[in-house]
């Protein structure tokens, strides 16, 4: 089993990775993010997920276009890998490919993509472009990801696809990365679950219980056995790390106790075009409670709030679910990125490598 990779949300929209009203010591600004993703590289995260978003929704009323933000952190990091969430339909997968592999060639192979497939649909028809069933939009992202490899890996492409048609289209240079760069994919449906299994190289899962994390692994590693292919899984959670439980637990409820009402309630109708709209309605946020909503990808469910050796201990937990990256988000980005490099991911490290000599982790 592979060491553990840790990643965290960028914070390129304003507002914070929690919708509240409670003060956050994040911003949204590049300058702050530059400081971010400086302290984050030299405390051990390996990756940086950058969101994308272009419309103000759950208070996020200020936007830096993912991309373009992940190619100036690249000029001011050395080693952290940085994935930009990129939306089919807003954009097209030809462009897309050579963009990141220009990002990839400039950054010394450090590009991944995280496809999403949308559940804002006032981006789509602000912009003018439609808006597609839920099992369309997953549909397109296939796709989409089908292009992308196929630019980044052969001489020309044609591809004819019910989205897309590709007539002989050459890319160079192709990226550093072989075979390609990482993409990353999430959602709880079942068709994001089937997609992930044919295209993606890592399923993306939401905050969730052991049980919740135990059952979307095992149901996808079954798919994409299927399809003779084999996944990576990373896992979102909310991180509140404080010197006793006490302490964080109290974080969590000052949080959830001062949150927008109003931005919560909004998020929670816009993503009803996600989850809910799924046939089997199980896809993501489709059983998501108010508190769960305050942070927007289900972090708290994770259970990564209370002391360093309780969150390392939990962190352990999850790579023996089969768990290989946590994505991490947290309340004051600049002290809570370095303390939980400093606390939480070295402890991490010393009990996987006991446990490996031990022969509990293979």
């Known amino acids: 089993m592979s060491e553990l990779k840790f990643a965290y949300w960028v914070p390129n929209v304003s507002g914070g990775l929690v919708v509240s009203k409670l003060p956050q010591e994040t911003d949204w600004t590049f300058e702050a993010n530059k400081r971010y993703a400086q302290i984050a590289e030299e405390s051990g995260f390996d990756f940086a997920l950058l969101q994308t978003r272009f419309f103000a929704s759950y ?16 000029s001011v990091t050395k080693k952290i ?19 990141m592999a220009t990002l990839d060639n400039i950054s010394g192979g450090r590009a991944a993509i995280n496809v999403v497939s949308g559940w804002f649909k006032g981006e789509f028809t602000g912009y003018g472009e439609p808006w597609l069933e839920h099992d369309e939009r997953y549909r397109r992202s296939e796709e989409f990801i089908r292009v992308i490899r196929s630019l980044w890996t052969e001489e020309e492409t ?22 390609t760069p990482p993409i990353f994919q999430g959602g709880n449906s079942k068709a994001a679950k089937e997609m992930a299994a044919r295209v993606s190289d890592w399923y993306f899962m939401n905050g969730n219980t052991t049980e919740g994390f135990k059952n979307q ?13 084999t996944l ?8 509140i790390v404080r010197d006793t439980e006490e302490e964080a637990v109290q974080v969590l409820r000052d949080i959830v106790s001062n949150a927008d009402v109003e931005a919560v309630e909004g998020f929670g109708e816009a993503v009803k075009e996600a989850g809910q709209s799924s046939k089997e309605k199980e896809g993501m946020w489709a059983n998501s409670t108010f508190e769960d909503l ?12 209370g002391t360093p050796e309780q969150v390392a201990d939990r962190i ?10 946590v994505l991490t988000a947290f309340l004051h980005y600049e002290k809570d990125l370095k303390d939980f490099g400093e606390k939480v991911i070295p402890l991490v490290k010393e009990k996987e490598t006991r446990l490996k000599e031990e022969g509990v982790l293979v």
């Open 158 to 179: 044609t591809f004819k696809g019910d989205f897309y048609r590709i007539n002989g289209a050459p890319l160079k240079p192709k990226p550093v990365q072989k075979p």
């Open 59 to 74: 208070g996020a009323e200020y936007q830096l276009e993912a991309a373009t933000l992940a190619a100036a952190l690249a």
């Open 316 to 325: 352990i937990e999850l790579k023996q679910l089969g768990v290989d990256l």
């Open 294 to 305: 305050v942070q927007y990808n289900d972090g708290f469910k994770t259970g990564l709030i």
């Open 81 to 99: 890998n940085l994935i930009s969430a990129v939306h089919p339909g807003l954009w097209h997968p030809g462009v897309y490919a050579k963009m």
């Open 217 to 229: 692994i095992e149901e996808v590693k079954a798919l994409a056995k299927k399809e003779g292919r």
């Open 232 to 239: 990576k899984y990373a896992a979102n959670g909310f991180v």
